[in-house]
């Protein structure tokens, strides 16, 4: 783990293959106590800040997912935890889909807007039942027509419509799959 430093927190940044991650919470929660480990920022993350970069090319993706916590917040209420390192689990399924994702967007091959989602099966559930889990992927025109009806934070909205900013992906919710 590297430590960076994001507004007036210290939040980790971590690697995954070829992805970069930064964990950002909002300015307006810094009145707030914290303690600075992964699980609590996990509870007040407004969006998840996503990199992908090749080092031996230019090629360098910039993304942003928000409501990153809510999809937390619910994977947490269905399996547990967050924090299953097997390749079935939420979270990796995830990582998997978006280095995918940002890999088709930095060379132009991406097709937005894109709905994916990934599952916990019932055997990693606490309740027994299988739950997916949405996302849409949006450009920045169409982050534009939607991000009203999300309801998403002013400061949020302004770093996905940032110019750094390649792709914007929204946690739409949790279905339970009979």
């Known amino acids: ?24 919470a909002l300015l307006h929660w810094q009145d ?6 992964e699980r609590r ?3 007040f993350m407004g969006f998840l800040e996503m990199g992908y ?10 993304g942003v997912c928000v409501d990153f916590d809510r999809f937390l917040a619910d994977l947490e209420s269905v399996a547990g935890t967050t924090d299953d390192k097997c390749e079935e689990f ?14 088709e ?3 132009g091959r991406l097709k937005l807007p894109l709905l994916f989602s990934v599952v916990l099966d019932e055997w990693l559930s606490i309740h027994g039942f299988n739950y997916r889990f949405t996302f849409l992927v949006v450009d920045k025109d169409f982050f534009r027509q939607i991000y009203h009806e999300y309801e998403i934070d002013k400061d949020i909205v302004r770093k996905c ?8 992906v929204v946690y739409t919710g949790m279905t339970r799959i009979d």
């Open 53 to 62: 970069s090749d080092p031996n090319t230019d090629f360098h993706v910039e």
């Open 1 to 24: 783990w590297e430590r960076a430093s994001y507004r007036s927190f210290t939040l980790p940044l971590y690697q995954r293959g070829m992805i970069f991650y930064r964990l950002s």
């Open 41 to 43: 920022i996990e509870k």
């Open 90 to 103: 939420p979270t990796e399924a995830y990582h998997a889909h978006m280095e995918d994702i940002l890999t």
């Open 105 to 107: 967007a930095g060379l």
């Open 161 to 168: 419509l940032s110019a750094d900013t390649d792709v914007i």
């Open 32 to 37: 707030k106590p914290y303690q600075m480990n």
